[in-house]
């Protein structure tokens, strides 16, 4: 089994005042699009680490069946997040899939072609791949659970130092989608991205 953990956790602050996670996409919020994307594909149990606005952001995923992870050292930055989710995880998945929450573009297809080609291939690590560029989200083995914990969260490298010394145990996915190497950072980003949003009018017991 898969695992997934979805970072949630920082305070949008390159948003300008805007709140990443519960701006509108579509008729969800960007996270309810990335929680809607992880359901509908085979990973297993769906942990959200939260930290900023944390009780806004569980208010808004009620029902949505995720499990969530608190990091009170999310202003450290993105590892200590990283880091809360690999705590949280059940002793039964092999893999798991770190998707963030500023790619609500990313589908569950592309999540599933991920886990597709982790499944089928031999190496620790996922990485996808369009247009020469690495994104996200990624898939680790738990075999580098260990040395994800040990890293020093003071460092500006954070997993790409694991992922530096494991080269030759990464397998790039050719991904066609943009979705895996574009992000909201900025406002003009999240404009842009979210006018491409058509609203899904599916009848879900849960609606994000």
């Known amino acids: 089994m898969i695992s997934a953990i979805l970072l949630a956790a920082g305070e949008s602050s390159r948003m300008e005042g805007a709140f990443k996670p519960l701006l509108k996409w ?4 960007v996270i309810g699009a990335c929680v809607e994307s992880l359901r509908k594909s085979r990973v297993g149990e769906i942990i959200v680490v939260l930290g900023h606005r944390e009780g806004e952001v569980r208010s ?3 029902g949505s069946g995720v499990e969530y992870a608190i990091n009170p050292d999310y202003k450290r930055g993105m590892l200590t997040s990283v880091k809360t989710g690999f705590v949280q995880l ?4 092999t893999a ?12 569950a297809e592309i999540i599933d072609q991920l886990i597709t080609a982790f499944e089928k291939g031999d190496k620790k690590i996922v990485v996808p791949v369009c247009e020469g560029q690495h994104g996200h989200p990624i898939i ?8 994800v914990m040990l890293l ?10 694991v992922i530096e010394a494991h080269r030759d145990e990464i397998l790039e996915v050719p991904i066609t989608s943009t979705a895996v190497i574009e992000d909201i950072d900025h406002p003009k980003d999240y404009e842009r991205l979210s006018q491409k949003v058509e609203p899904i009018y599916e009848h879900h ?4």
């Open 60 to 62: 808004s995923l009620a």
């Open 90 to 93: 059940s002793s039964r998945p």
């Open 152 to 161: 020093d969260e003071t460092s500006t490298d954070g997993l790409r130092a």
């Open 26 to 29: 579509g008729n969800r919020t």
């Open 205 to 208: 017991k849960w609606h994000p």
């Open 96 to 107: 798991v899939l770190i998707a963030l929450v500023d790619q609500p573009m990313v589908t």
């Open 140 to 147: 680790m083995s738990r075999e580098l659970e260990e040395e």
